[in-house]
């Protein structure tokens, strides 16, 4: 079965998890190069959500002492997401995280039936 190409000329499933390499950047990336495939799109899209999410998480907490203790659950959580969503990516799954997998899906398909 062969895979739905991308804008790079690439699989779609090469590129969906290539949304989450480098977190929030590549899901901006990948959100700014892809305009026609709707898997890459929410993909990127989620990966845009969850790693911001974290990563503006992680600067409140480092800025307040008393809660300093969760960056390393932070951190934690973060690396299991990352690692989860690239496999889910690679096997070609439109694997939602609860919240910002819906939030995802909704702005990539609300996008799609404007347009």
Known sequence: MEK???ILGIDENIEALLCY???WLTGIVFLLLEKENLFV???AMQSLVVFLALFILSL???WIPII???S???FLVGVILWILLMLK???GEMYKLPWAGEFAENQVFK???QG
């Open 4 to 6: 739905n190409k991308t």
């Open 72 to 74: 390393p659950i932070i």
């Open 111 to 113: 996008k799609n039936d």
């Open 68 to 70: 300093g203790f969760l």
């Open 21 to 23: 390499v480098l977190g």
């Open 60 to 62: 409140i907490v480092g």
């Open 41 to 43: 799109r929410f993909h």
């Open 89 to 91: 990516a690679f096997q």
